[in-house]
């Protein structure tokens, strides 16, 4: 069964031919080398492009690995290329490529030469594209499935569907797979054996052990406010050990480069500024946060907002945890200051949505307290409420949008309306 993946399609042929490295940045398994080599060398078949035009080099592929060699990947390109018509460049997992920088900029110098690369490491990007390339590398990142991808291959009703997804997650392989024994094996093989087991070599990584319960820890805790002292007075509280808030620090960049959680910052609205500490995190896969903790804590709260963050993501926008500061009188009668936390404020160009995320609205006095951080944002910039059990989209007396998540997910512009 092929999974159409249009909206990452369309990112890679907008970028065609404007003289830069196209970067295709993700989790490992979320499907980057299946857009690349299948999807969008179709594509480029399609469009009339010869196959011996398309150079490929799969570089964690071991008939592959004596071109992991700087020289000699060049050499193989170079021989490749017999004419002066555009010939288009294909590299899997890059970052195995020895001096990997080098030999890119020199693609970039051969005029009929269109150059795409697989990346399953932010660092790549954040630190050798831009300074090697200064504004020549073009990312495209890829998430696993979203909702609507998931969708458009699941043979059910949409609540069944959210229940399977919620619990096993987006990425590809899992989702092509039968039996939930099949899809809950896959994910924790995976997690063990891939993601782990690249950041354990790739940072030289002594004490697993000490990764491993981190993990653990941010698993049990998505959408939660945490910082490394909150989380190295949780290993010495809880599991009775001593690790540096330093050694924390390095572990979540690993855990972050690698793509594996997402880090979202603290947004003061009405003093415009960042709060630098406590962040959230969240889990780019909501499957493999699953089986981290072995199907347990499967809290759909939790859950929901982790998926709403993933699609927010998706969509292009900067996603920051909003903190409203109020003053408010207090029992004794006196005034105090009082936080009110809003899940996401998204930023997209001149589009800004304060949103929250609701599983259930109960009553009256449940939405008095979601919609009570919002009366004190005085911009007109539309505040949402995105509610699990929401039927039909409404607003409410104080102007408040409330929608229903499968309306959110399902409606690429769904902000919008």
């Known amino acids: 069964m092929e999974i ?50 398309i150079i490929e080099i799969q570089f964690d592929d071991f008939a592959f690995k004596k071109y992991r060699k700087a ?33 890119l900029n020199r693609f970039l110098h051969i005029k009929n030469v269109d150059t795409y690369v697989t990346c399953s490491n932010a660092k790549f990007l954040s630190t050798d594209i831009i300074t090697e390339f200064r504004g020549r590398g073009d990312e495209v990142h890829i998430n696993p499935l979203c909702f609507y991808e998931f969708m458009s291959i699941y043979k059910g009703t949409v609540e069944n569907g959210w229940k399977e997804f ?49 993990i653990n820890i941010l698993s049990s805790s998505i959408g939660s406010l945490t910082n490394p002292k909150k989380l190295a007075d949780t290993f010495l509280s809880v599991k009775k050990s001593k690790i540096s808030q330093e050694t924390i620090k390095k572990y979540l960049e690993y855990l ?47 859950t929901m907002e982790n998926i709403i963050y993933n699609e927010l993501l998706r969509r292009g ?44 609205i109960p009553d009256r006095q449940k939405m008095i307290q979601e919609e009570r951080p919002f009366l004190n944002i005085k911009d007109s910039f539309k505040k949402i409420i995105i509610e699990k059990n929401c039927l039909n989209p409404y607003y409410t007396e104080e102007g408040i949008f409330v929608m229903g998540v499968f309306d959110f997910l399902l409606d690429e512009n769904s902000l919008e309306k």
Do not use: W
Not at 75 to 103: H, N, R, S
Not at 170 to 177: E, I, N, S, T
Not at 318 to 326: A, K, L
């Open 166 to 214: 919620s619990l096993y997650g987006g990425l590809p392989p899992v989702v092509l797979l039968e039996s939930p024994e099949q899809k809950s094996q896959y994910l924790k093989t995976v997690f063990a054996e891939t993601y782990l087991a690249d950041i354990i070599e790739r940072n030289k990584i002594r004490n697993a052990e000490e990764l491993e319960e981190l």
């Open 317 to 360: 926008y900067n996603v920051d945890v909003g903190v409203v500061q109020i003053s408010e009188k207090n029992n004794e009668g006196t005034n105090s200051r009082v936080s009110y936390e809003i899940d996401f404020v998204v930023n997209k160009g001149y589009k800004r949505y304060y949103i929250q995320s609701a599983f259930d």
């Open 256 to 302: 972050s480069d690698s793509f594996l959680i997402n880090a979202s910052f603290r947004y003061d609205i009405k003093g415009k500024r960042y709060i630098e500490t406590p962040l959230k995190y969240y889990f780019s896969d909501i499957g493999l946060r699953n089986a981290r903790l072995n199907f347990r804590q499967l809290e759909e709260t939790h």
């Open 71 to 103: 020289q000699a990947a060049y050499d193989f390109v170079k021989e490749k290329i017999k004419d002066e018509k555009q010939y288009y460049i294909l590299l899997d997992e890059v970052q195995l490529l020895e001096e990997f920088e080098d030999v």
């Open 4 to 53: 159409e993946r249009d909206y990452y399609l369309k990112k890679l042929i907008s970028r065609r031919n404007n003289g830069m490295v196209k970067v295709i940045t993700g989790l490992r398994r979320c499907g980057k080398s299946y857009l690349l080599f299948t999807i969008f060398k179709d594509y480029l078949l399609k469009s009339g492009i010869e196959l011996d035009h």
